[in-house]
Structures are given as structure tokens and as C-alpha cells.
């Protein structure tokens, strides 16, 4: 069946130090979102991707949408304390809305 | 606008007993799925609504969740027995629906079977 998958799976760096997490799904996706869960907290949307090679920022993250649309990432720059949470990428299985998430990357800084 | 709710927030169950969460979801959102979270990893999606009716529920282990959206708005998901591996974080999400909408989360239940 269809997988969306992350990596890495952890991440600690130092404050100040910039983030990249990888999403990869195994089909062609129609769009990809990505979602930040802070520690005890539950999913907050972030953004949506839909176009192929689309590039969109929000102040230090940067979400990229591959070429194939089989891939995106997320880069933040310069980490902060409170960029502290798992991001989890998620795709919609076939043409319905539901989501297929991935495993998450779990980011953690060190102040 | 309001968020999702859910409750409750905690439950520890024992094992083979039932279960039973509560989730409203934000006003004139059509489609209402119920996620189940296990602790390290994403959310696995049980069943999806749209308005009252049931869309997917391919991966609901039915011979022990039920979950039910009577009249398109609250949503309630059931589970009986209990066993240990469904010890997770239930979340209730909502959306207008299709793609191409995020989703709304609730702040979960967390169950926890002894």
C-alpha cells in the first residue's frame, strides 16, 4: 500500500544550527502537507504543497515539493527553543482526503 | 473560530473493559476522522466521515471499535474490550473535506490500558 516515510527520525542540534527532514512517498502525490506536534500537544497544520518544484517559506522554515512529486522537506533555519516537536509530512492516499502520515521527525534543541 | 474538542482528555481502563470518547468538531467542517496515535509514531488513520456518513473505515478493527457521527456534527468513537495494545492517544480531526484542506486537530485522549 501507499507509505510515506521520514528521515531522520531524530534530530538534536545546537541552538542556532539550521534542520532538514526528508519525506518520500512510495505514489505520486496530488499535494503534501506538513504538520509540527509540540511535546504533549497534538498536530498543528502547517502549510500545503501542491504544485511540482513549489517552493514556500514561512519566516525560518522553508517547505520544498519535488519535481516527481514523490518527495518534499523541510528546512529551518537558525533553530530556535520553540521549534521543539516531531514534523510529521502527510499525503493524501488515492483521490479522497484522508491523510497518510509519516513516522515523524522529532527535533530537538539544545539552548 | 473554536477548535476541536475532545474528551476526555485522560482514561486508564482496565483491560476487556469498554471505552468511550467525544469529539466536536468545528462548525460547518463536513468531514470528521478519528486518528489513532501510538507514543514514537505518526497518526494511523481509523475512520472518516463525511457529514453523517461513514467514508473509510478500512482500517477500524471493528470486532472492537465502533464510532458513529448521528447527526453529522459530534462524533463518538467506542471501544469494547479494551486491550492492552490499543494503550495510544486518540485524535479527532475535522476538515471541509477534499483535498487539499489541512486538518484540524483536537487535543486528543490519551487511554491508557492496564
Known amino acids: 500500500g501507499q507509505q510515506v516515510m521520514q528521515i531522520p527520525q531524530y534530530q538534536h542540534v545546537q541552538e542556532g544550527e539550521d534542520f532538514t527532514t526528508y519525506c518520500n512517498s512510495s505514489t505520486t502525490l496530488s499535494n503534501i502537507q506538513w504538520y509540527k506536534q509540540r511535546p504533549g500537544g497534538h498536530p498543528v497544520f502547517l502549510i500545503q504543497?501542491?504544485?511540482?518544484?513549489e517552493v514556500k517559506k514561512q519566516k525560518r522554515l522553508t517547505f520544498q515539493f519535488g519535481e516527481a512529486k514523490k518527495n518534499s522537506s523541510l528546512h529551518i533555519t537558525a533553530t530556535q527553543t520553540t521549534d521543539v516537536g516531531t514534523y510529521f509530512c502527510?499525503?493524501?492516499?488515492?483521490?479522497?482526503?484522508?491523510?497518510?502520515f509519516g513516522q515523524g521527525t522529532t527535533l530537538q534543541v539544545k539552548p | 473560530e473554536a477548535g476541536v474538542a475532545q474528551s476526555p482528555r485522560y482514561k486508564i481502563i482496565e483491560k476487556r473493559q469498554s471505552v468511550a470518547f467525544w469529539c466536536n468538531p468545528i462548525s460547518g467542517h463536513a468531514t470528521l476522522y478519528w486518528y489513532q496515535q501510538i507514543l514514537g509514531q505518526g497518526p494511523k488513520l481509523l475512520i472518516q466521515?463525511?457529514?453523517?456518513?461513514?467514508?473509510?473505515d478500512s482500517q477500524l478493527p471493528k470486532d472492537r471499535f465502533s464510532a458513529e457521527r448521528l447527526k453529522g456534527v459530534d462524533s463518538t468513537l467506542k471501544i469494547q474490550p479494551a486491550k492492552l495494545e490499543d494503550s495510544a492517544v486518540y485524535l479527532c480531526?475535522?476538515?471541509?473535506?477534499?483535498?487539499?484542506?489541512?486538518?484540524?486537530f483536537g487535543s486528543g485522549t490519551r487511554l491508557t490500558v492496564v
Open positions: 466521515f463525511q457529514n453523517n456518513g461513514v467514508v473509510d
Open positions: 502527510a499525503g493524501p492516499l488515492g483521490n479522497t482526503g484522508k491523510l497518510i
Open positions: 480531526a475535522s476538515s471541509l473535506g477534499g483535498q487539499g484542506y489541512g486538518y484540524t
Open positions: 504543497l501542491v504544485k511540482s518544484g
